[in-house]
């Protein structure tokens, strides 16, 4: 029998409920609930500006007949290109009431990113910041822009926090010029409108488009349902013990699904707080610990490395949190004892539990139980969630200790890719149970109890400090530049980011290898990749080593990498 049938993980459990009761609703209908249930509860906390969820919902409600006035309804794209900010949450919720989908992406993006997102997206709407608008302003999409909706940081700010921005940051932001596109945040929300009203769509409808990368390197649009999002939300905080009562840092950004579909939409569903961080350091995030007191804490390893060395927290009060989770990097056992036992030392009992997912399932899907850790494991999967190792390319599944590739299935499963039903057969398939199972391309194992191991990832994808980058999306940009005949980019070994991008290069002309054409070349992405893409150094070969089919041997690389680096360690 399947051990997806049998699910020996279920005795792990403790206290986490084995199934729960997923609303029929939409994101907005969700929300709504949860704002009629605990109206006068805190929804968000952005720089000591709060909301509740009375206030929040009117908000999307009023920002949904905005939206609604600017043109958008069912089945419309709005591009949020926004940090975790109260503008971004209120336009991803009022999209949502509205029918249309918003398709979130970085704000540091590049103008040939932005460009590649609105031709995938079809959105005429952007939202931004004031500090973005000449990246916008130089855009020519396939179908123009029709509104650029810009918003400012201090929106929601106290007047002394706005003085103190202004200081800081907003007198170095250019003026933004006459544009017949541009609409102010804060203008639109002080209109008036007529009541725009809910959509008829379903909680099986499209809510939002989240992009990640395929085989290829192109950043591929994830089309994620409501039913997506409120499933994955209600399985992380029954995990993560969340309720009313508590608070969660939203350190990681609404672009990502970790950070919109943990951090901010899993608070929501469970009526606790989501503290709002825009832009993250560890710093920041250890002052937050001491002054906000957040129950939950999510982040990527680096960050709790970073937290267990941050001498400010030897001597703060840590016994505020009871869930630890980290995700998007494997866990170093180092790591995770030395941030345990600094919390135990400040008077908490918290476990750092690790986690599992990937954003074709909005985020995390299985994670390691409060009471039972074992060396090496990803976990177990979440309520509703199933899991199997399978013969690579096939439906096969093999038995416990064998590796193979894992596939999940459950409600948190995607709809498929943006336009791309070549893509979403390939990795959505029907197995003989008759469910619909995503093939993660990660291979790994499960041992007997339905303990699941990660080992590598099928795809070349380098994980750089949490983030994902796609080595063929940096190859095709170095391909580019007139110096490059041959170009290979990998991730290597970096004890503060995991991984580090390295890119190896062939010249032309092998005379100008040199520390001015490497300049060159990491500058020339710079302008065409989001900072994390880009190389941070380069190596020139005279040719680079080919496998046996005549592809470029990425794995000799790293290993000579390693190798090298090993060596110097022990001279």
């Known amino acids: 029998m399947s051990i997806a049938d049998t699910r020996p993980w279920l005795r792990f459990y403790g206290r986490v409920p084995h199934r729960l009761d997923y609303p029929q609703a939409t994101l907005y209908e969700a929300l709504a609930r949860t704002a009629a249930r605990v109206p006068d ?22 920002c949904a007949d905005a939206l609604a006035a600017l043109g958008l309804g069912t089945g419309d794209r709005i591009l949020v290109s926004m940090p975790t900010s109260p503008q971004g949450i209120i336009a991803f919720y009022a999209a949502n009431k509205l029918g249309a989908v918003p398709a979130m992406i970085h704000p540091l993006s590049t103008g040939p990113e932005i460009e590649h997102y609105l031709d995938a997206s079809g959105a005429r709407i952007a939202l931004t910041l004031d500090a973005f608008y000449r990246v916008f302003a130089g855009l020519k999409p396939r179908i123009p822009l029709d ?11 106290s007047p002394l926090k706005k003085f103190g921005f202004w200081l800081a940051k907003g007198r170095k932001i250019p003026a933004v010029p006459a544009d017949p596109r541009v ?27 989240l992009f990640s990368g395929g085989t290829t390197g192109v950043p591929k649009g994830i089309l994620l349902s409501s039913r997506n999002f409120i499933a994955e939300g209600m399985q992380a905080a029954a995990w993560g013990g969340m309720t009313q009562s508590d608070a969660i840092l939203a350190i990681l950004p609404i672009f990502h699904g970790f950070g919109l579909g943990v951090c ?18 560890a710093a920041t995030v250890a002052k937050l610990l001491r002054t906000k007191r957040p129950n939950l804490l999510v982040g990527v390893p680096t960050l709790y490395d970073a937290l267990s060395k941050d001498p400010s927290l030897a001597k703060s009060d840590l016994s505020c949190l009871h869930a630890t989770f980290s995700g998007a990097d494997t ?12 919390v135990a030392e400040r008077g908490g009992k918290v ?8 954003t074709e399932a909005v985020t995390a899907i299985m994670a390691t139980p409060l009471d039972e850790y074992r060396e090496g494991s990803i976990g177990i999967p979440f309520p509703d969630m199933l899991a199997k190792v399978c013969r690579p390319g096939t439906t096969e599944e093999l038995p416990p200790g064998a590796e193979g590739e894992i596939c999940v299935a459950g409600p948190a499963v995607m709809l498929g890719y943006l336009d791309d039903p070549e893509a979403t057969a390939a990795t959505l398939k029907t197995h003989p149970d008759g ?28 994980k750089s400090s949490g983030f994902n980058v796609y080595p063929a999306q940096v190859e095709a940009v170095l391909y580019k530049h007139p110096l490059v005949a041959e170009a290979c980019v990998v991730g290597v070994p970096d004890p503060s980011q995991v991984e580090r991008v390295k890119a190896y290069v062939v010249l032309k002309d092998a005379s100008q290898a040199g520390p001015a054409a490497e300049q060159a070349l990491i500058e020339h992405c710079r302008q065409q990749l989001i900072k994390w893409s880009c190389p941070r150094e380069v190596e020139f ?7 046996r089919v005549g592809k470029i041997d990425y794995r000799m690389l790293v290993e000579e990498h390693v190798a090298r680096e090993g060596r110097k360690e022990s001279a």
């Open 264 to 281: 901010v939409n899993a608070a929501f569903m469970a009526g606790g707080k989501s503290i709002l961080v825009p832009i993250f350091d």
């Open 351 to 358: 476990k750092l539990l690790e986690g599992y997912g990937l």
């Open 183 to 209: 609409r102010w945040w804060s203008d639109v929300m002080g209109g008036t409108y007529p009541a725009a009203p809910r959509a008829a769509t379903t909680t099986d409808d499209p809510a939002a488009i």
């Open 41 to 62: 509860a805190i929804a968000w906390d952005f720089l000591d500006t709060e909301s509740t969820y009375r206030d929040f919902l009117a908000a999307i409600d009023h």
């Open 541 to 547: 070969k005279a040719e680079l080593p080919k496998t």
């Open 435 to 462: 469910r619909t199972w995503l093939h993660t391309g990660d291979l790994g194992k499960v041992d007997a109890d339905g303990f699941f191991y990660f080992t590598v990832r099928a795809k070349r994808m380098i």
């Open 331 to 342: 866990l170093p056992r180092p790591v995770k004892e030395r941030f345990e036992t600094l």
């Open 147 to 157: 509104t650029l909706l810009l918003a400012r940081i201090p929106d929601y700010l």
